[in-house]
């Protein structure tokens, strides 16, 4: 079964820090890789996202970068602040397909 | 525009009963997709409906069971639970089918299993 691995499980970052999230797929039938962010009681919500065409994107302090030759990408948050401390899950999505990371859990220290 | 809704937003049942959850998706969405959350394990992807098919299945037995009705809302149902069925089910509509979209989820139902 395809699947996508995340990691780390769990970060804690002092604010102002950087925030760095990993994830990894097997299969190169996707072309769309979202990052979601959950809050406590919430639904995910989408964060950031990018396409295969290009290797880097920035949306203020979240950027992800995506190395298509080793399968992999990243969300890095800049300047994590305690309101970033949330689950955050990558996903990789293709036709009719949609995975998700298992999640890791940020918690940024005031 | 109102976001995705889902209810019940708890549930306690004891096992072998049956539940059925409810999604409606945001206005105009065709594409309704079900996942599974519990710790440790994220989402895992139970089926998607579009325009009231099922488009894809995830590795979960019969007794998970779902449908669209004509005006994109979804049920999912559940038959003869078990403790390991307790769970976060969400419930995510996109405009078009899953892939290559974004998908907007609801808050979820939280069900427990006794």
């Known amino acids: 079964q395809q699947q996508v691995k995340q990691s780390p499980q769990s970060l804690i970052v002092q604010k102002g820090g950087i925030s760095i999230i990993n994830c990894a797929y097997e299969?190169?039938?996707?072309?769309?890789f979202p990052w979601y962010q959950q809050f406590p009681g919430k639904g995910p919500a989408l964060l950031i996202a990018?396409?295969?065409?290009?290797s880097e994107k920035k949306e203020g302090r979240f950027t992800i970068s995506f190395n298509k030759s080793a399968k992999q990408f990243s969300l890095h948050i800049m300047d994590s602040q305690p309101g970033d401390s949330a689950t955050y899950f990558c996903?990789?999505?293709?036709?009719?397909?949609?995975?998700f990371g298992t999640g890791t859990r940020l918690k940024v220290l005031a | 525009k109102a976001g995705v809704t889902q209810t019940p937003r708890y549930l306690i049942k004891t096992r072998g009963q049956q539940v059925t959850l409810s999604c409606s998706p945001i206005?105009?969405?065709?594409?309704v997709s079900w996942y599974q959350q519990t710790p440790g394990q994220g989402l895992q992807f139970l089926f998607e409906y579009f325009s009231e098919t099922q488009r894809n299945k995830g590795n979960f037995p019969g007794r998970f069971s779902g449908r669209q009705f004509s005006n994109s809302r979804s049920e999912m149902n559940v038959s003869t639970l078990e403790l390991g069925d307790s769970a976060l089910y969400l419930c995510?509509?996109?405009?078009?089918?899953?892939?290559?979209?974004?998908?907007?989820f609801g808050p979820g139902t939280r069900l427990t299993v006794l």
């Open positions: 206005s105009g969405h065709r594409s």
């Open positions: 299969n190169t039938a996707f072309d769309y």
């Open positions: 996903a990789v999505s293709g036709t009719y397909k949609y995975i």
């Open positions: 995510a509509s996109s405009l078009g089918t899953s892939g290559n979209n974004e998908q907007f």
């Open positions: 990018i396409r295969p065409d290009v």
